[in-house]
């Protein structure tokens, strides 16, 4: 991508902003004042820019090698996962596969942990990033292309009224409020009646408030995706949470099933996880290189390992880290 296209993004930390009562702005899920949601989100957009669409190409890839290191702030980490998703997307061109990517990596810092911070905050920000992420990686033309599913209805207007203002993506959502909502249900949304013939690239922020999220993005994936030239992001979808057992099998067997009927077809194309602790460490990985499990030191990161499979979180946090 040409440097003229890049508008450089602030070099301070991306942080949440704070209401003018010293509380973070309301979670996606309160449903509060869509006003005040608004001004907390254009607060947010001070911190980090936004750049402006490629001139020419579908998605332009730069020069990379396999010697991807750890990002210094969240421009060069969109940067990197842009980067990553048009390599993948270039070698799907080729390969006809690819169509199921994951991007994943922590919004409350780049060495917070799951936790870390307010889920509702985070969710914000990820909505944020994928507006930059998007912005980077979709020329004007193949904007109207790309529909991009937020987890519910409510999210979407948000987005509207507030990050997405003035984008011309397609916002979609993958459930819809229930009357049983505040336990926990709500109905699945039909993906054949949202998907329309000139879709191109979809996009899931975010799904994984509600465990209905990710088993309708596997549906979007198998009646939109599947045997077609349409590839499918999922955007901090925190899918180590299946990946790790944290949805027992017996309270949750489509969910965990997900680990042998989706996820085999998924390249993780960008990924940042942290492991905190005496010996913390980061396990990293930008699409096509390894996976690098790094460590930090005063002015930077070491790398001790790497792979070409991923390893569980498990192995990463009790052979490789201690052992470095």
Request: hydrophobic fraction near 40%; charged fraction near 25%.
């Amino acid at each position: 991508m040409p440097s003229s296209d890049i508008v450089t993004a602030s070099k301070v930390p991306f942080a949440a902003p704070s209401l003018p009562n010293g509380k973070k702005h309301l979670p996606p899920k309160s449903y509060g004042n869509l006003v005040t949601r608004k001004m907390a989100a254009q607060t947010v957009s001070r911190n980090l820019k936004f750049v402006r669409n490629s001139a020419s190409g579908d998605m332009e890839t730069s020069s990379v090698g396999l010697d991807v290191s750890i990002p210094s702030d969240y421009s060069e980490l969109i940067e990197q996962a842009r980067n990553a998703t048009a390599l993948a997307v270039k070698d799907n061109k080729q390969l006809m596969s690819l169509l199921l990517q994951e991007i994943e990596f922590p919004t409350s810092g780049l060495e917070s942990v799951p936790g870390d911070g307010e889920g509702g905050i985070e969710m914000t920000e990820s909505m944020q990033l994928i507006r930059e992420f998007c912005n980077r990686l979709i020329v004007p033309e193949k904007a109207r292309q790309t529909r991009i599913f937020f987890p519910e209805a409510n999210e979407v207007k948000f987005a509207r009224e507030s990050i997405f203002e003035g984008a011309s993506f397609k916002l979609d959502y993958l459930t819809k409020p229930s009357f049983f909502e505040d336990f926990g249900f709500v109905e699945k949304v039909k993906m054949t009646d949202r998907v329309k013939a000139e879709d191109e690239l979809f996009l899931a922020a975010y799904p994984y408030f509600n465990v209905t999220e990710m088993l309708v993005v596997e549906e979007l994936y198998r009646e939109a995706v599947q045997n077609t030239l349409r590839k499918l992001i999922i955007f901090n979808g925190e899918l180590d949470r299946i990946r790790s057992g944290y949805y027992p099998p017996f309270f949750y067997p489509k969910l965990a099933a997900l680990s042998k009927s989706l996820f085999p077809f998924m390249e993780t194309v960008y990924y940042i996880h942290n492991f905190k602790g005496r010996c913390g460490g980061t396990l990293f990985r930008s699409y096509p290189g390894p996976w690098k499990v790094f460590r930090k030191v005063r002015n930077g990161y070491v790398c001790l390992h790497q792979q070409e499979a991923m390893p569980s979180l498990k192995e990463v946090a009790l052979d490789i880290l201690p052992s470095a």
